[in-house]
Nanobody
Framework: VQLVESGGGSVQSGGSLRLSCVGSGYTFSNSYMAWFRQAPGKEREGVAGIDFDNRSIYSSSVKDRFTISRHNAENTLYLEMNNLEPDDTAMYYC?????????????????????WGQGTQVTVSS
């Protein structure tokens, strides 16, 4: 299993970025997917999650600014980030939990995700 994130970078406050995560080695379409982030000195935080019926969930800190989506035919997960703020600065990770649909949606519980990417850095300057 491999998850590869891309799309991070440095932007000014108010700017936008689109993160991508390509999954391989598992059935992407039957997997719960999510984005997490971790800033230096802080705990890992759930940002957004999506199930295989395209239901989504967001942390309160990014709701109405970020949008998670998935393109199953391309095994790709996206995170559209708008109106970025300096507090959004962090390493962003995508995570996957392959599932047959028998288990509850893990939403933003990081310990319930089996596979993780290496991360992509997002830096927002004021």
């Amino acid at each position: 299993v491999q998850l590869v994130e891309s799309g991070g970078g440095s932007v000014q406050s108010g700017g936008s970025l689109r993160l991508s995560c390509v999954g391989s080695g598992y059935t992407f379409s039957n997997s719960y997917m999510a984005w997490f982030r971790q800033a230096p000195g802080k705990e890992r935080e759930g940002v957004a999650g999506i199930d295989f019926d395209n239901r989504s969930i967001y942390s309160s800190s990014v709701k109405d600014r970020f949008t998670i989506s998935r393109h199953n035919a391309e095994n790709t997960l996206y995170l559209e980030m708008n109106n970025l703020e300096p507090d959004d600065t962090a390493m962003y990770y995508c995570a996957a939990r392959p599932d047959s649909g028998r288990l509850p949606w893990p939403k933003l519980s990081s310990y319930k995700y089996n596979y993780w990417g290496q991360g992509t850095q997002v830096t927002v300057s004021s």
